[in-house]
C-alpha cells in the first residue's frame, strides 16, 4: 500500500510540475550542463559525492578539481583517438 501511496504522490508531483512549466526549465538547465564536459563533471561528482554522505564542503573542494582536471582527460581522449586514427590508416592501406 505504501507503493501505491508514493507512486500517487510522485505522479501529482510530476503533473504540477509539468503544468507549471518546471519540467522544460529544468531540461534547459541539464542540457546546458551537459554540453560542457567541465559542468557535468563537477555536478555529477559533487551529486555523488553528496549522496556516498561525504561532507559538502569537501565535495564542492573535490569536484572542483575533478572539473578542472577534466580538461586534461579530454586531451588525453583526443590524443588516443588520433593515434587510433593512425594506426587504423596505415593497418588499412
Known amino acids: ?15 504540477t ?3 507549471l512549466g518546471l519540467t522544460e526549465e529544468a531540461a534547459k538547465i541539464v542540457s546546458k550542463i ?3 564536459p567541465k559542468c557535468c563533471t563537477f555536478w555529477i561528482s559533487l551529486f555523488v559525492l553528496t549522496i556516498k554522505g561525504c561532507d559538502f564542503f ?3 573542494a573535490i569536484s572542483l578539481f575533478v572539473a578542472y ?10 590524443v588516443l583517438q588520433k593515434l587510433y586514427d593512425w594506426i587504423w590508416k596505415i593497418i588499412n592501406r
Do not use: P
Not at 500500500?1 to 503533473?15: F, K, S
Open 69 to 78: 582536471m577534466s580538461f586534461y582527460f579530454g586531451l588525453m581522449l583526443v
Open 17 to 19: 510540475a509539468h503544468h
Open 1 to 15: 500500500m505504501e507503493c501505491v501511496l508514493i507512486a500517487l504522490v510522485c505522479m501529482m508531483v510530476g503533473v
Open 58 to 60: 569537501v565535495s564542492v
Open 34 to 36: 551537459a554540453e560542457c
